[in-house]
């Protein structure tokens, strides 16, 4: 069974760091693109980050609102995906969501399985 | 960056009516694109990918139709469990987006 479990949220001062953490089980992580998905409180869903498969060289994509102060990454030996949050801004809270990429059966590169989230607060 | 607008914002439906639910995306995303439903404190699940094709798992009442620029999610006869918040998001380039989701309310 493919489970996805995020870890690390907390509360934050704005400027500061924080690593999230995503535990795959149930597959390869290696073998499928993983995402990460923030939900502002009361907001709609809103796309991070990404990185490829192992397979496609693990290469990554960050939404503009992100890109440079995000940085998502991969221990295939801990079957962990991370997301280091670094510079973080109070229009940062949010439940951060890891997703794995559907690779099969038809599907490709739409987000079939979800973690519960983890809460990130960004405030002084 | 693809922007995806969801209609109505609510929709207010009884048990056993058809729901219609509209996407619309300002390029086109051919059919590279999907339906997620959203409940209170729960993570999305896919419901439709490649604007058609049924998930895993998800009942016959959900169907998926368009491409291009303009979609729809159908759900055929309401159960209970069906009223919560759907989302569109296309992969069509990046950034992937999403909508800003229809609220399905009991009415």
């Known amino acids: 069974e493919v489970q996805l479990v995020e870890s690390g949220g907390g509360l934050v001062q704005p400027g500061r760091s924080l690593r999230l953490s995503c535990t795959a089980s149930?597959?390869?992580?290696?073998?499928?693109?993983m995402s990460w998905v923030r939900q502002a409180p009361g907001k709609g869903l809103e796309w991070i980050s990404f990185?490829?498969?192992?397979?496609?060289?693990?290469?990554?994509e960050y939404a503009a609102s992100v890109k440079g102060r995000f940085t998502i990454s991969r221990d295939e030996s801990k079957s962990i995906a991370y997301l280091q949050m670094d510079s973080l801004k109070t229009e940062d809270t949010a439940v951060y969501y890891c997703?794995?990429?559907?690779?099969?059966?038809?599907?490709?590169?739409?987000?079939?399985?979800w973690g519960q989230g983890t809460l990130v607060t960004v405030s002084s | 960056e693809i922007v995806l607008t969801q209609s109505p914002a609510s929709l207010s439906l009884s048990p056993g009516e058809r729901a219609t639910l509209s996407c619309r995306a300002s390029?086109?995303?051919?059919?590279?694109l999907a339906w997620f439903q959203q409940k209170p404190g729960q993570a999305p699940r896919l419901l439709i990918y490649?604007?058609?094709n049924r998930a895993t798992g998800i009942p016959a009442r959900f169907s998926g139709s368009g491409s291009g620029t303009d979609f729809t999610l159908t759900i055929s006869s309401l159960e209970p469990e069906d009223f919560a918040v759907y989302y569109c998001?296309?992969?069509?380039?990046?950034?992937?987006?999403f909508g800003q989701g229809t609220k399905l309310e009991i009415k």
């Open positions: 997703a794995r990429d559907c690779g099969g059966g038809g599907c490709y590169y739409y987000f079939d399985y």
């Open positions: 149930g597959f390869t992580l290696g073998d499928y693109p």
């Open positions: 390029q086109s995303v051919s059919s590279y």
């Open positions: 490649d604007a058609s």
């Open positions: 998001q296309q992969r069509s380039s990046w950034p992937r987006t």
């Open positions: 990185i490829r498969s192992k397979a496609y060289g693990g290469t990554t």
